[in-house]
Nanobody, 126 residues
Framework: QVQLVESGGGLVESGGSLQLTCVLS????????MAWFRQAPGKGREFVAA????????FYADSVKGRFTISRDNRKSTAFLQMNSLKPEDTADYYC???????????????????WGQGTQVTVSS
C-alpha cells in the first residue's frame, strides 16, 4: 500500500521558516513526480510547488516563488518543502502528492496526482 506521510508543520512567526517533509512508503520512489498543495481555512486546495522525478524540473506558484524551495532525496524516498519568509497568508494545511505517471514532467493540477498525504498544518502568526 502506497502511503505519503507529511511532517514538519507548526506555528511560526511572520518572517520565519519551516521545512516540510514527505516520506513515501509501500513502493519504490522511482519515477514518482511530487508536488505540494495547500488549503487555507474556508478556501479550496491550491498548488504550491512541484518537482519531477529526477529533480531537474521544478515549478512554483507565483505566491511562493522566491520564498519556497521544493527538493527531494530519492535515496530516502523523501520530498521537502523549505518555506522561508513566511507570511500570515501562508497559513494552511499543506499536502504532499505524488504520481508515477508524470515521471519527468511536473503538473500544477490536483487531478494528475494519484497519491496524497494526510496533511500537516502550518500557522503563521502576524
Amino acid at each position: 500500500q502506497v502511503q505519503l506521510v507529511e511532517s514538519g508543520g507548526g506555528l511560526v512567526e511572520s518572517g520565519g521558516s519551516l521545512q516540510l517533509t514527505c516520506v513515501l512508503s509501500g513502493r519504490t520512489f522511482t519515477n514518482l513526480a511530487m508536488a505540494w498543495f495547500r488549503q487555507a481555512p474556508g478556501k479550496g486546495r491550491e498548488f504550491v510547488a512541484a518537482i519531477s522525478w529526477s529533480g531537474g524540473s521544478t515549478f512554483y506558484a507565483d505566491s511562493v516563488k522566491g520564498r519556497f524551495t521544493i527538493s527531494r532525496d530519492n535515496r530516502k524516498s523523501t520530498a521537502f518543502l523549505q518555506m522561508n519568509s513566511l507570511k500570515p497568508e501562508d497559513t494552511a494545511d499543506y499536502y504532499c502528492a505524488g504520481d508515477f505517471r508524470l515521471n519527468q514532467r511536473v503538473s500544477t493540477s490536483q487531478g494528475d496526482y494519484d497519491y496524497w498525504g494526510q496533511g500537516t498544518q502550518v500557522t503563521v502568526s502576524s
